[in-house]
């Protein structure tokens, strides 16, 4: 094996190294544990004796129906090259690196790499990954106006006032039309014409405040021609299957919140709704987080836009702690358990290869 490889490989496996785990679960417990020290007081748990065991089966049926649907969706992005098995491992390794990674990376960072080592190219790992983050964003940029429709000035939290709040609504805006623009550079470049879009960037990171970027622009450049030539002659059935299993999947990561207030605290659908809305307020202010996976962002944020949902500061941090829980320390654990395994798979095969 070439070393150029061999150091790639290396890289791969110090970002993923199991030790990482150790870091964001302290930061995270701990910044619940100072909350619970800071606002406990005798009863304030009451409301957990009455716990409604149909939506914790609820919150629990969508939390695998959400995986099931990722491992379907990598499964059909890979045009069904990758086995049921491998999708499987893909998808959980992918959720491991994006739990020890910092938010504004997250595993897209490293997932051609993981589905390179799986035995597909990397032009098409890189395609592949390429048409999630694709249907990603477009997902995004359907959703947002829906929720804003439908939550109107709910979305942003009345907790929320003077210039943070002004900052949020600034920051929420720019994403948005960030997150579009992109998403239409990516459809122009994927889709009509990559070698437009590589001269474009080339071009762009030539002046001066932005040179230090090119070489960066030039690679990106040369990844979207590689990815189009992957991708073009796709059928439409390809584009409806990813796209439906896409926004099925997102759908089910921002129901969870609700799903989980509705186990513990009555809420009406209107609420259930405005929740759900909010998690797109949310997402940004996890965007921006440099801890791995939001440790401690996600915890400290979370009372100022579900808290008056729930109720007593104390019964907001145990759904924190329960939402963090089965969304985040589930899948430092399930990765710590599948990455052995995996690495002892796949870099056996390139050994024999």
Excluded at 136 to 148: E, Q, S, T
Excluded at 191 to 209: E, N, Q
Aim: glycine content about 8%.
């Amino acid at each position: 094996m070439p070393l150029t490889q061999q150091s790639q490989d290396q890289q791969l496996l110090d970002k993923l190294k199991p030790s990482r785990i150790i870091l964001p679960v302290l930061i995270g417990i701990g910044v619940v544990g100072f909350m619970f020290w800071r606002s406990y007081h005798p009863g304030d748990l009451a409301p957990l004796r009455e716990a409604k065991f149909q939506w914790l089966l609820i919150t629990l049926a969508v939390l695998v129906a959400r995986d099931l649907g990722y491992i379907y969706r990598i499964r059909e992005i890979s045009e069904r090259v990758l086995s049921w098995r491998q999708s499987l491992d893909v998808i959980m390794i992918w959720e491991f690196a994006s739990c020890v990674l910092p938010s504004a990376a997250g595993g897209t960072s490293v997932a051609p790499f993981i589905l390179n080592k799986e035995g597909i190219t990397l032009g098409k790992s890189l395609a592949y990954v390429m048409v999630t983050a694709l249907l990603d964003n477009i997902y995004y940029v359907i959703a947002v106006p829906l929720v804003v429709l439908w939550a109107g000035e709910g979305l942003f939290p009345d907790e929320l006032k003077g210039a943070f709040a002004a900052s949020l609504r600034v920051a929420f805006v720019v994403s948005y039309v960030s997150v579009t623009l992109y998403a239409g550079a990516m459809i122009y470049a994927l889709f009509i014409s990559p070698t437009a879009m590589k001269r474009f960037l080339v071009r762009l990171f030539s002046f001066r405040l932005l040179r230090r970027w090119r070489p960066n622009a030039y690679k990106h450049g040369k990844e979207m021609m590689l990815a189009s030539a992957q991708l073009r002659g796709n059928k439409a059935g390809y584009w409806i299957r990813t796209a439906l299993a896409t926004a099925f999947v997102w759908t089910a990561r921002y129901l969870i919140i609700g799903c989980i207030i509705a186990a513990f605290i009555p809420i009406n659908f209107g609420e259930f709704w405005v929740i759900f809305s909010r998690n797109m307020i949310y997402k940004v202010v996890l965007l921006v987080a440099i801890t791995p996976g939001g440790a401690g962002i996600a915890e400290g944020a979370f009372p100022i836009f579900f808290g008056r949902f729930i109720g007593t500061p104390t019964m907001t941090n145990f759904v924190i702690l329960f939402y963090r829980i089965v969304t985040y320390y589930l899948y430092l654990v399930l990765g710590a358990v599948f990455l052995p395994r995996w690495v002892a798979r796949v870099f056996r095969r390139s050994a024999t290869v």
